[in-house]
């Protein structure tokens, strides 16, 4: 049974930088597909970014050039290097990790981006 759990949340100015983790308890299999999705409140849970256990990263539009994901596989920990930060980055950033399908949840960081 996979466990995931965030940390680095938190409050930043707009412009600034955050860089929230992800670890993970349990077997990692090399199928696995780990990412970040973040909500609003009253809105959809939206994709930000996700990473193969290769390697392969996807992005949001609304994130590329300021956010990077990665991942340290031995260390079961993934990363999201937030830059340039906005006021509209402001959400609850969830951890997911996706096996054949099914789906894990970490409990969520929240992050404002506020001056």
């Known amino acids: 049974q996979v466990q995931l759990v965030e940390s680095g949340g938190g409050l930043v100015q707009p412009g600034g930088s955050l860089k929230p983790s992800c670890t993970a308890s349990?077997?990692?299999?090399?199928?696995?597909?780990m990412g970040w999705y973040r909500q609003v409140q009253g809105k959809e849970r939206e994709l930000v970014a996700t990473i193969t256990s290769g390697g392969t990263t996807n992005y949001a539009d609304s994130v590329k050039g300021r956010f990077t994901i990665s991942r340290d596989n031995a260390k079961k920990t993934m990363y999201l290097q937030m830059n340039s930060l906005k006021p509209e980055d402001t959400a609850v950033y969830y951890c997911?990790?996706?096996?054949?399908?099914?789906?894990?949840w970490g409990q969520g960081t929240q992050v404002t981006v506020s001056s």
């Open positions: 349990g077997t990692i299999l090399s199928i696995d597909v």
């Open positions: 997911n990790l996706r096996r054949r399908g099914a789906n894990v």
